[in-house]
């Protein structure tokens, strides 16, 4: 069975620096895109960024040039490099990929890491 599992989460000073790890496991084919998203309370859960199987990547406007996503594909695994952290960055941040199963193609979601940044 598919899992994806998230670890690197945790409290930081503003200014500082965490790394995400999210691991895919279990029967998998293939990994396409992989993607990191977040949801601060009370707000919708938003695209923070994303890498293709070939390496482009997206980063949204509020992280570019502090945040960046990479991957491993020989261990399925994709992470989130977070530099220059700010409070507003506190949410719960969450990996997401694509995993071909035999021939078809899945939505996953990991299972949540909360990042909280106090100032």
């Known amino acids: 069975q598919v899992q994806l599992v998230e670890s690197g989460g945790g409290l930081v000073l503003a200014g500082g620096s965490l790394r995400l790890s999210c691991a895919a496991s279990?029967?998998?084919?293939?990994?396409?895109?992989m993607a990191w998203y977040r949801q601060a309370p009370g707000k919708q859960r938003e695209l923070v960024a994303s890498?293709?199987?070939?390496?482009?990547?997206y980063h949204a406007d509020s992280v570019k040039g502090r945040f960046t996503i990479s991957r491993d594909n020989t261990k399925n695994t994709v992470y989130l490099q977070m530099t220059s952290l700010k409070p507003e960055d506190t949410a719960v941040y969450s990996c997401?990929?694509?995993?071909?199963?035999?021939?078809?193609?899945?939505?996953?979601w990991g299972q949540g890491t909360q990042v909280t940044v106090s100032s």
């Open positions: 997401f990929a694509e995993i071909q199963v035999h021939t078809l193609i899945y939505p996953y």
């Open positions: 279990g029967g998998i084919s293939g990994v396409n895109t």
């Open positions: 890498i293709a199987n070939g390496g482009s990547t």
